[in-house]
């Protein structure tokens, strides 16, 4: 047993109590980012596409290296094929919510989801 543990007193253990609901509380109210509206499509920072997340399609963007195919499927939106030799931005896989980014740095291609809430980050490639 801890020798601090019977000093704490019921008042103690409410305020304790009440900062780890106060905690749990705001991881929703807080973190909530909202969903992922539209997919930008950008090639040496210009956008080349920028489409609702409302409808599956296709989005072929001409790089340097090649052309990057971006899937674009209801709420969410990923970078499916790439000539790059890492294939980082493929791995990423399907992205789902705001602010999110998926990085084609070889092509000089990125896509990221945007949301109604502003996001704080920018990205200019």
């Known amino acids: ?21 106060a905690v749990a509380a705001s991881f929703p109210l807080l973190w909530r980012g909202g969903a992922a509206e539209r997919a930008v499509v950008r090639l040496d920072g210009r956008i080349v596409a920028e489409v609702p997340l409302t409808a599956a399609r296709r ?15 209801p709420g969410r939106a990923r970078v499916a094929s ?13 992205l789902t919510r705001p602010n999110a980014v998926a990085i084609c ?9 945007t949301g109604r ?5 920018s990205l200019s490639y």
């Open 1 to 21: 047993m801890k020798p601090w543990l019977p000093l704490l007193r019921l008042g103690d253990w409410l305020v304790a109590g009440a900062g780890l609901v």
């Open 59 to 73: 989005i072929d963007v001409a790089g340097p290296l090649g052309t990057t195919v971006v899937e674009v499927a």
């Open 82 to 94: 790439d000539p790059g030799p890492r294939q980082y931005c493929v791995k990423q896989g399907w």
């Open 105 to 113: 740095a070889p092509n000089h291609v990125s896509l990221a989801l």
């Open 117 to 121: 809430q502003p996001g704080y980050d």
